[in-house]
């Protein structure tokens, strides 16, 4: 059982101390305070107002395994018993770490033999920058400095992170991205390419980073990064096709190729991988959330043995953190991804979930509200508009539809997430068809209400 918490200070001192994450300050403190979540199980979340509310975003996408795994908390204890910490820098490495390792590139596989820990998603993206950049200098190709990315692409909060990262609201805080990343359209049918053939888009898209390769001059472009799924930029599945073109671009040109699976890692798209479901082979993958599904903070970047083996003629690769390779948060991960093959759940994913969801989700077409609505696995969008058939925002400029009925979700017992006029969902992987259908009625309610 939870402690018993007192709520209301507890709200009081929030306001008067803590700073949250990616949150306006004065809006916070108009609302006494944020939301105190209080404790969880399975797939639900308890509030400090006694609320038990339905985690449609699997915390933030990443408690793939659900809350409440005592198996976690007893690697952790015991790992914590045996050995606390210790760091990878004094040419030393702890036996979890290592074992990470090697399950990591168990399921990655072919050429993705290696594996650089950090601890966040964000950093796990700074590791790809710098390797890159470090590696093309070692290939003897030095002028290969630049990214190409997408808009709307979400690749963290750190500076490398934002700047790779296509948020316009990001960049304009802090004066980024910073020089040698372009970015280019990004392949959101619904959103940009609304009556067109969606195979034809997702070529024109893909074209797109082809035509910025040619501007740039292909022998200066270092690598190309992008999502599988768009995840934070509103569950943006690309159009069938794209990723194949994209591949074909980036090897034509000699250009890496990045797969950011920070969300779709993990069994969430129905393979361990995104870029395994979209049958592409990446050269780096930063990978996060779902790999210790949040129990503790840890990421990791894949990197492929011919990046590798260039890396080894360049002496000591001076980037890392005290926390790469953790052992607790090691320990934990691998346990947490033994419970993902123990149960299955990226076969169930892929076989039962995700094609539920799917036809849970056709439900809400017949809504007024309701424009496109889209999955892979279990990471879902509902599309808000204002005249059917059409891909018109219903607020217009008045403001974003999402986080109305994100609002009006949270309320009726469902966390989701509303990115301008999009509802997502990408809920723990352990979700039930019973929840799976209450997810998808609670959205249908709060349209009702929304309209
Ligand atoms: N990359 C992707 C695709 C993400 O979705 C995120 C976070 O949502 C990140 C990177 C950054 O991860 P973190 O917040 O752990 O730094």
Request: glycine share 12%; hydrophobic share 40%; aromatic share 8%.
């Amino acid at each position: 059982m939870p402690r018993n918490y007192e709520i209301a200070e507890l709200k009081r001192l929030d306001v008067a101390h803590h700073l949250p994450a990616q949150q306006d300050y004065k809006l916070i403190e108009d609302m006494g305070g944020s939301r105190i979540v209080t404790h969880a199980e399975g797939c639900y979340i308890h509030d400090g107002d006694g609320n038990r509310i339905l985690d449609g975003m699997a915390g933030l996408w990443c408690v793939n395994v659900g809350y409440g795994r005592d198996e976690l908390v007893e690697v952790a204890a015991e790992q914590m018993r045996e050995l606390p910490f210790y760091n990878t820098f004094f040419k030393t490495v702890t036996p979890p770490t290592v074992l990470l390792a090697q399950k990591i590139a168990q399921h990655t596989g072919g050429k993705l033999q290696h594996v650089f820990f950090n601890a966040s998603g964000s950093e796990a993206n700074d590791t790809v920058f710098r390797m890159v950049r470090h590696y093309w200098k070692l290939k003897g190709e030095p002028k290969r400095t630049v990214f190409i990315s997408r808009w709307n692409a979400y690749h963290g909060s750190t500076v490398a992170g934002v700047s790779l990262g296509g948020m316009k609201a990001m960049h304009a805080q802090g004066d980024l991205p910073v020089p040698g990343v372009e970015h280019v359209r990004q392949p959101y049918w619904f959103g940009e390419g609304f009556g067109q053939d969606p195979v034809q888009f997702g070529k024109d898209c893909a074209a797109a980073i082809e035509e910025r390769i040619l501007a740039v001059g292909p022998e200066n472009v270092a690598a190309f990064i992008g999502e599988p799924v768009q995840g934070a930029g509103g569950v943006i599945i690309p159009p069938p096709g794209y990723w194949q073109e994209v591949e074909a671009i980036c090897r034509k040109y000699g250009i890496l190729l990045v797969a950011d699976e920070v969300i779709c890692g993990f069994g969430r798209t129905g393979q361990w991988f995104g870029h395994q479901t979209y049958g592409f082979t990446p050269d780096l993958v930063p990978m996060a959330k779902g790999l210790s599904s949040g129990y503790l903070p840890i990421s990791a970047t894949a990197v492929s043995s011919d990046i590798v083996e260039v890396l080894k003629t360049g002496g000591d690769f001076v980037h890392g953190f005290t926390y790469s390779g953790h052992p607790v948060a090691a320990a934990v991960a691998l346990a947490n991804i033994g419970i993902i093959e123990r149960e299955g759940l990226v076969e169930r994913t892929r076989e039962d979930t995700g094609p539920y969801l799917a036809r849970a989700l056709t439900r809400l077409l017949a809504h007024e509200l309701v424009g496109e609505v889209r999955s892979i696995g279990l990471l879902g969008a509902v599309e808000i508009v204002s005249k059917k058939g059409t891909n018109q925002r219903w607020l217009g400029a008045e403001g974003n539809a999402g986080p109305v009925v994100r609002d009006l979700c949270i309320k009726n017992g469902l966390m989701v997430r509303g990115i301008r006029d999009t509802i997502v969902m990408c809920p723990p992987l352990i979700i039930s068809h019973q929840q799976i259908d209450d997810m998808v009625d609670i959205i249908g309610k709060s349209l009702d209400e929304a309209l």
